[in-house]
């Protein structure tokens, strides 16, 4: 299941392929209320119950008129938004109407007030000869009844929420959110606000990546803290898995004496898809699933642990959730820093990004956060490229802060 030879280190490449094809799998549906369902995603096509808009609609505040010859029109009345009377005009005849009303079907054209000169209570005059429909909303301009409104995979945002609301839309069928287990490992882990021991140091992977997750829009989160005890690391892994989409785990998954992790795995059946990339920080990263739920080992230091969510887990959830493309938006820009690469591992290196040009921050360790803390990008360094020098063209991965 797990092994430790160097020479299974798979690329990045291949690992993203396989984390893309083995989480698209998984995904389940939701029905939410339409109020409720903002960024999620559609997981089937919407059809349009009703012609939108519903009836003829007035896009401008003015004066709705049936056409004729002359410029003077006679106003015999008026039509506000939601008014529900209908109002006859014979040629040369106008309504005074505002946006949204409903157009007469004996009104052919809409002049909006700032090109009318009123002439008395009863009769105004048009600049000039219009067109017919001009400045009406047809029946069924935006979307027909029946047709698609929204299609399979469509982002609810706040204009798609609003669209949906508009055709009377209560409630949509999206891609579930998955709940998410986070599990941290390791003896030496206490909890921030406790003494300091020698030997000890405070956990901070579950709080960084409960709060990127939840930065994201994952809220269905547990957090959990083992020994390094097989028992224990076994008896939560068996719960975890039966209960959550997906599961985190940072640390163990080395070789050391007390590294659990991994023979946890084999004894609940995990099906491993990887275990080692060849990419610095990060390369003992194990990615696995079985029929229901997938599973993450992050290295356990925390820089490691949060690139790799970056650029691995962050994918598997989008793909869960039913978004398509680039997990993370990937650009060019201009170094402001040389930087020399040791061994031939791609790198991932932390950095700021700034109109066009990045900086390569100094702390690049897989252990420090300090840098983390103030970055906003990546920059990816491939394998074959030894050094980066001031004003080279750099691959930029810019982080969802």
């Known amino acids: 299941m797990i092994g430790y030879n160097e020479s299974i280190m798979i690329s990045i490449e291949e690992a993203l392929f396989a984390v893309e094809k083995n989480s698209i799998n998984i995904s389940k549906e939701i029905i939410l209320s339409t109020a409720?369902?903002?960024?999620?995603?559609?997981?089937?096509?919407?059809?349009?119950?009703?012609?939108?808009?519903?009836?003829?609609?007035?896009?401008?505040?003015?004066?709705?008129?049936?056409?004729?010859?002359?410029?003077?029109?006679?106003?015999?009345?008026?039509?506000?938004?939601?008014?529900?009377?209908?109002?006859?005009?014979?040629?040369g005849e106008a309504i005074r109407i505002f946006t949204g009303a409903p157009v007469p079907d004996s009104a052919n054209?809409?002049?909006?007030?700032?090109?009318?000169?009123?002439?008395?209570?009863?009769?105004?005059?048009?600049?000039?000869?219009?067109?017919?429909?001009?400045?009406?909303?047809?029946?069924?301009?935006?979307?027909?009844?029946?047709?698609?409104?929204?299609?399979?995979?469509?982002?609810?945002?706040?204009?798609?929420?609003?669209?949906?609301?508009s055709?009377?839309?209560?409630?949509?069928?999206?891609?579930?959110?998955?709940?998410?287990?986070?599990?941290?490992?390791g003896n030496e882990l206490i909890e921030p606000g406790q003494s300091l021991e020698y030997g000890k140091i405070y956990e901070s992977n579950s709080k960084m990546l409960q709060n990127a997750l939840i930065g994201l829009g994952f809220t269905d989160i547990s957090v959990h803290k083992i020994e390094d005890d097989y028992e224990e690391t076994l008896s939560l892994m068996k719960s975890v898995v039966k209960t959550n989409d997906m599961v985190i785990i940072t640390g163990g998954i080395s070789v050391g004496d007390y590294d659990f992790v991994g023979k946890a795995l084999k004894e609940i059946n995990i099906n491993e898809i990887f275990y080692k990339v060849k990419q610095k920080p990060g390369k003992p990263l194990f990615f696995g699933k079985n029929d229901s739920t997938i599973l993450f080992a992050l290295p356990g230091n925390p820089a490691a642990?949060?690139?790799?969510?970056?650029?691995y887990v962050l994918l598997?959830?989008?793909?869960?959730?039913?978004?398509?493309?680039?997990s993370l938006l990937t650009i060019k820009a201009k170094s402001v820093s040389n930087f020399?690469?040791?061994?031939?591992?791609?790198?991932?290196?932390?950095?700021?990004?700034?109109?066009?040009?990045?900086?390569?921050?100094?702390?690049q360790s897989s252990a420090m956060l300090q840098t983390y803390a103030i970055s906003n990008a990546l920059v990816k360094m491939e394998g074959d490229v030894e050094q980066i020098h001031v004003n080279d063209l750099v691959e930029v991965i810019l982080l969802p802060l």
């Open 316 to 326: 598997a959830l989008q793909r869960m959730t039913g978004l398509k493309g680039e």
């Open 167 to 185: 055709l009377g839309i209560t409630e949509v069928s999206v891609y579930k959110k998955p709940s998410i287990a986070l599990i941290t490992t």
């Open 340 to 363: 020399v690469k040791i061994g031939d591992r791609p790198q991932f290196l932390k950095a700021i990004y700034k109109q066009g040009e990045v900086t390569i921050l100094e702390g």
């Open 109 to 165: 054209a809409v002049i909006m007030q700032e090109k009318v000169k009123i002439v008395d209570n009863n009769n105004i005059i048009i600049d000039s000869k219009l067109s017919v429909n001009y400045n009406i909303r047809a029946i069924g301009e935006q979307v027909k009844i029946g047709e698609l409104a929204l299609k399979k995979g469509t982002k609810l945002t706040p204009a798609a929420i609003g669209f949906l609301s």
């Open 305 to 311: 642990a949060l690139t790799c969510f970056y650029i």
């Open 36 to 91: 409720k369902a903002g960024n999620s995603i559609l997981y089937k096509d919407i059809y349009s119950p009703i012609n939108m808009p519903p009836f003829r609609q007035s896009a401008m505040d003015g004066y709705a008129l049936n056409l004729h010859d002359d410029l003077i029109y006679s106003i015999i009345g008026e039509v506000k938004a939601g008014d529900i009377s209908k109002i006859e005009l014979r040629k």
